[in-house]
């Protein structure tokens, strides 16, 4: 079992059809190597005999370098390991699933890995579907909500930037994120942002939603609520599920 970096785009093709054998438990990893999220993470693929059999990613939109491995098979941690020496990465955040198969997980990769520093985030990966009844707001009295689009990129970082220095708000926010055209904002009556969501990451079948926010003095009226909803609809017309992790 050998890995590479995944040079093109049938490579990535050819890591999403293994990992999607497995969706849910592999969601993360796929969630970067799918468009518009391929472009910030580096893409390695996990061959067999010269068949691809998986994959893994570095995702580089975080302060970190954040190593997503494939919990389900074991026998390629080897493989990652001697990649990340290569590199000489040293230090990584590294997401990873505290159930695997609705099992406890009991060892991790990196448990005897001496060489790194490993600041270590467990995630539950699981999705509950709910239906409920349709529930119609009057958004009338609201900020004007609309799609973002390319012009807005400067002032959506100006709009982090400040909520990131006056609030306990730190999420997270890359331009190519305005690709696809999933991504809100709320504007008051002058046109600034008073609040904004979109897509944190994508895969063929599901959008997870991130970064909600609403500014101090415009909350309590429903318009974090409406921009989830405009989010969700959004999400919904690509024909995909919207998913949010709590």
């Known amino acids: 079992i050998n890995t590479s970096f995944a040079n093109t785009p049938g490579e990535h093709a050819g890591i999403i059809f293994e990992l999607m054998k497995n969706l849910f438990q592999n969601q993360l990893i796929i969630g970067d190597i799918h468009a518009p999220m391929n472009q910030i993470s580096d893409i390695y693929k996990i061959t067999k005999n010269d068949k691809i059999i998986g994959g893994w990613s570095i995702f580089k939109g975080f302060e970190i370098d954040t190593v997503i491995f494939p919990p389900l098979m074991k026998d390629t941690w080897d493989a990652i390991r001697s990649m990340l020496l290569l590199l000489d990465l040293k230090e990584f955040f590294a997401p990873f699933p505290k159930f695997i198969n609705d099992k406890p997980v009991e060892k991790y990769p990196w448990s005897d890995w001496n060489e790194f520093e490993v600041e ?3 995630t539950d990966i699981a999705m509950q579907l709910t239906k409920q009844e349709l529930e119609v707001m009057d958004i009338s009295q609201l900020p004007k909500i609309r799609a973002a689009t390319a012009d807005d990129a400067d002032k959506i970082g100006v709009y982090f930037d400040e909520v990131g220095k006056n609030e306990d708000f ?3 926010w890359n331009p190519i994120q305005l690709e696809t055209d999933i991504f809100v904002i709320a504007e008051d009556s002058t046109g600034a942002i008073v609040g904004i969501g ?11 939603i991130g970064n909600i926010h609403v500014r101090k003095d415009f909350r309590g009226i429903g318009l974090g609520k409406a921009i989830t ?7 919904l017309s690509t024909k995909r599920l919207p998913t949010l992790f709590v």
Do not use: R, W
């Not at 979109?198 to 997870?208: K, L, R, Y």
């Not at 909803?229 to 999400?235: E, H, K, N, R």
């Open 120 to 122: 270590l985030q467990f």
């Open 170 to 172: 730190h999420g997270f």
């Open 198 to 208: 979109g897509a944190h990451f994508e895969t063929p079948i599901s959008v997870q």
């Open 229 to 235: 909803m405009a989010c969700a609809l959004g999400i």
